[in-house]
């Protein structure tokens, strides 16, 4: 078995801003469900953090109207800055933009009305206690909470596939890509949503699809948006490097799907809510 040495991950910032689009798209399940139970109402204000496309906030930034107030916070400069030029270009003069730390909230204790963090907690899942507890923090008294993981790896084919890959060629996923399902297994967002200052919390799953309108498209964007894939591919030898790659093409045969889009992965989200005492 060929082995890599995990390099550090590409620069993942303009993927994302590019793919900002048709992210929000796939993923407007999940964020629905978000703001269905942080239920943002007209004049309230609410907190997006680590959202990466800010999807979430800009949405939630419909719901409270130009009475309210959303701040969008991520710690990579380069996607604040896309996100105020979407707000910017959607009109939407109630959100404001910072850098921001998860774990460490440069924001005034009891400022929002609801935060919300989709897949945020996913950059670094050994802190995601503390990113909670800085969320509470942050929350007023009755506030909402609304985050987003990845389910189990086995129903999310539109990466699992690609992590199969790597462990039946090379032997091993690379680290941080495993990390997109760290909160995947029962009972492990319940666990980390379980902490006293909540009146009450649940977790549901949602359903999600992935598109792909060829592979050597789908592959482009998958390695673009996981930098730490595309570096540890990038690491191999070209033997190996090609047959991860037909590994993955062969997989994706299996998720063909009729009309513009070749192929539809379909995956799971956890949604977890939770309201402050």
């Known amino acids: 078995m060929a082995a890599f040495h995990e390099r550090p991950a590409f620069d993942e910032g303009p993927a994302w801003i590019r793919y900002a689009d048709v992210i929000d798209d796939e993923l407007a399940p999940v964020t629905s469900a978000m703001l269905g139970a942080a239920a943002p109402a007209d004049g309230e204000s609410v907190l997006d953090v680590a959202g990466v496309t800010a999807g979430v906030g800009l949405a939630a ?12 916070g991520d ?104 990390d997109v399902f760290a909160f995947g ?23 999600v699809v992935v598109h792909g309108l060829s592979f050597p498209s789908w592959w482009e964007r998958t390695l673009a948006l996981h930098g730490s894939i595309a570096s540890a591919l990038d690491a191999l030898d070209e033997t190996t490097r090609a047959a991860i790659t037909a590994h993955v093409e062969r997989r994706l045969g299996d998720y063909r799907a009729p009309g513009p889009a070749a192929f539809a992965l379909p995956g799971i989200a956890r949604v977890g809510t939770a309201h402050l005492r």
């Open 61 to 72: 930034a419909e719901r409270v109207g130009k009475r309210g107030h959303v701040v969008i």
């Open 75 to 178: 710690r990579v400069p380069v996607l604040v800055a896309a996100a105020q030029e979407r707000a910017t270009r959607r009109s939407l003069t109630q959100v404001s933009t910072r850098i921001l730390v998860l774990t460490d909230l440069d924001v005034p204790a009891s400022e929002f009305d609801a935060v919300v963090c989709r897949f945020g907690l996913l950059t670094e899942p050994g802190s995601a206690a503390a990113a909670i507890d800085e969320m509470v923090r942050v929350l007023r008294p009755g506030g909402r909470l609304a985050v987003a993981v990845w389910g189990p790896r086995a129903d999310n084919p539109w990466l699992g596939v690609v992590l199969d890959a790597f462990d039946a060629v090379s032997g091993s996923a690379p680290p941080r890509a495993r």
């Open 185 to 207: 297994s029962a009972g492990a967002l319940e666990s980390l949503l379980s902490v006293p200052a909540f009146a009450h919390s649940e977790v549901h799953d949602v359903d």
